[in-house]
Every structure is written in C-alpha cells, then in structure tokens.
C-alpha cells in the first residue's frame, strides 16, 4: 500500500513549510490538515537557517539550541494528547507529518 491510497481520517503536520508540502504530496484526499508547533524540527539558536555544514558537531551547549530531552518530551507530549481524544479527534488512520 502507498501513503497516497491510505484513506487518512486526519492529517497533523509541523507549522513549517516543508512539512506542510510532504503531507500535500501524500495526502490524495483531502482530509483537514492540523498544523501544530509541537511538530516542528529541533531550535538550534543562533543556527537556524545556517547549513549542517555550519554548525559545530556538537551544539547542545548553545543558548538558544533545544535539548535532545525537550524534543523527544514534545513528540510525546503530541502524541499522548492525539491518544486521549481518540475517536473525538479521528475516527481512521492518522497521518503525522513532521521533520527527520
């Protein structure tokens, strides 16, 4: 089965632009597309919008940079909250579309 033959009941994806475009590319139907913050990429401070190549190997220690432990806490947080609303959010296949 391809993403696109999936019927999706919802769509959630990152506010941010390309998460935005990857969920119009799988989606073939139209169901609501949700944006949400908690699915948006990593803050790396002073780095944002600078090339991988421009970014120390490790940044952690940066002001303004996320710690690994806060982004896996948002993730979670999104999904548990998707859980507890269950049927009264999505009565299907969830899509959630964020950044790798």
């Known amino acids: 089965v391809h993403l696109r033959?999936?019927?999706w009941?919802?769509?959630?994806?990152?506010?941010?632009?390309?998460?935005?475009?990857?969920?119009?590319?799988i989606l073939s139907a139209a169901p609501a597309l949700r944006l949400s913050r908690a699915l948006r990429e990593?803050?790396?401070?002073?780095?944002?919008?600078?090339p991988r190549?421009?970014?120390?190997?490790?940044?952690?220690?940066?002001?303004?940079?996320?710690?690994?432990?806060?982004?896996?806490?948002r993730g979670y947080t999104f999904i548990r909250e998707l859980w507890?609303?269950?049927p009264a959010c999505h009565d299907g296949p969830v899509l959630i579309?964020?950044?790798g």
């Open 5 to 7: 033959e999936v019927p």
């Open 9 to 25: 009941s919802v769509c959630f994806a990152s506010d941010l632009g390309r998460a935005q475009r990857t969920a119009s590319v």
């Open 42 to 50: 990593r803050a790396v401070g002073e780095f944002e919008g600078k």
């Open 53 to 73: 190549s421009a970014r120390p190997k490790s940044f952690s220690r940066y002001p303004g940079v996320e710690r690994d432990r806060d982004v896996v806490e």
């Open 84 to 86: 507890d609303t269950g």
């Open 97 to 99: 579309v964020s950044h």
